[in-house]
């Protein structure tokens, strides 16, 4: 019996037909979908999901919408970058008339690569199209102990010639799906359920004995480190002043505190001697972040303090307890930590002495580790 055939028995069987994804028909439902699922749990992007439609529910809404409005209802979620990508796209379309009608016309999407071209082709215009997710390369890449390195060139062309040849002629949605659900539910990335797979009698990876062996990994670069210092500043009404990250670079797009640098003279050498009140880790996809904040209070009664924070030419005054715009995981964690904390007034919120250590936030909160 073929892999096909087996896996949409499986799938008869086992599959996630109640997800809202595999249920979908419309093309710009199932897009938003696949942008929002990639590198997101499930139960998390299914949420975004959900929210992002519900807030835009066609092109003409999130072509119309600001950036910022996008960005508040993605905020938390992680890989900001194909959040922007999404909405330029969207924008771009519906300027050229619409949602394209065929695989070769969602290639040509900006931030469109081919399996989510083809995840849109399949399910939304029934063509016959080749989805290779990172599950699905997994179960290609034991299926077949394939020795070329699943990253590289070689071995990615492998695995899409693989994957087109176990393609069946009837149920393609469904095998789409069933590919995708079985890479996701049994062939796990540690603990692969392979004594009672239904593929073990004919998996060259399982036959081999070497399970653990598959997929080839290139070697791992050592991840960078790098330390970003932030300054919380508040004013008498507790606003704290956020501004946009500038393009490119990380969290582009969202609002978050100033950088220290912006920091002046007299002041600048007074954060500089003060330990931060937080420190947080954050882990992006090649790099580990430390982050370290310091708290300021900007007095705007005072003629010589204006009404704007001085340190930054963008941004602006925003209530923590109702953020209009889009803010990144930790920044919004670090907001959380400063609503906990009464509001000292003093022209420098001194740091706290002997605070928790690099990883680990004030009041007890771990930092978090989530993904840019
Ligand atoms: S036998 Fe194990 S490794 Fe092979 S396809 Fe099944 S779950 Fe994956």
């Not at 929002?36 to 072509?63: I, M, N």
């Amino acid at each position: 019996m073929s892999l096909a055939a087996i896996l949409l028995g499986w799938f008869d069987v086992h599959g996630r037909r109640h997800l809202p994804t595999y249920q979908e028909n419309d093309p710009y439902a199932i897009w938003v979908g696949e942008v929002l699922l990639q590198q997101t749990q499930l139960s998390r992007g299914l949420a975004y999901r959900q929210r992002f439609l519900a807030t835009f529910p066609d092109l003409a809404t999130l072509a119309q919408a600001s950036e910022d409005a996008v960005q508040a209802v993605c905020a938390g979620i992680g890989y900001y970058g194909r959040i922007h990508r999404l909405h330029q796209a969207a924008r771009q379309l519906r300027a050229q008339g619409g949602l394209p009608r065929d695989f070769a016309g969602w290639l040509e999407v900006p931030g469109v690569g081919r399996t989510t071209a083809a995840a849109i082709a399949v399910q939304a215009h029934g063509e016959r199209q080749v989805v290779l997710d990172g599950n699905i390369q997994r179960l290609m890449a034991r299926f077949h102990a394939l020795d070329e390195p699943s990253h590289s060139a070689k071995g990615r062309a492998a695995l899409w010639r693989l994957a087109e040849a176990h393609l069946p002629a009837v149920r393609l949605r469904d095998y789409t799906q069933a590919l995708m659900d079985f890479g996701a539910t049994w062939c796990l990335p540690r603990a692969p359920r392979c004594a009672d797979c239904p593929l073990q009698a004919h998996c060259a990876a399982r036959l081999r004995g070497a399970v653990a062996a598959y997929p080839v990994r290139i070697g791992k670069q050592p991840r960078k480190e790098q330390t970003m210092r932030l300054l919380l500043v508040y004013n008498e009404a507790g606003a704290v002043w956020l501004e946009p990250r500038p393009e490119p670079g990380i969290w582009a797009g969202l609002w978050s505190l100033p950088g220290q640098e912006h920091a002046q003279g007299q002041l600048a050498q007074e954060l500089n001697d003060a330990p931060p009140r937080w420190q947080l880790r954050h882990l992006l996809t090649h790099r580990m972040l430390h982050i370290e904040v310091r708290v300021l209070h900007h007095r705007m009664r005072d003629a010589s303090h204006p009404a704007r924070w001085p340190g930054s030419t963008q941004g602006r005054w925003c209530d923590p307890t109702q953020l209009e715009v889009g803010v990144p995981a930790p920044i919004a964690r670090i907001l959380a930590c400063w609503q906990e904390e009464p509001y000292a007034h003093g022209p420098l919120h001194q740091a706290e002495q002997g605070g928790p250590g690099v990883g680990q936030a004030a009041h007890g909160r771990t930092a978090g580790s989530e993904n840019l």
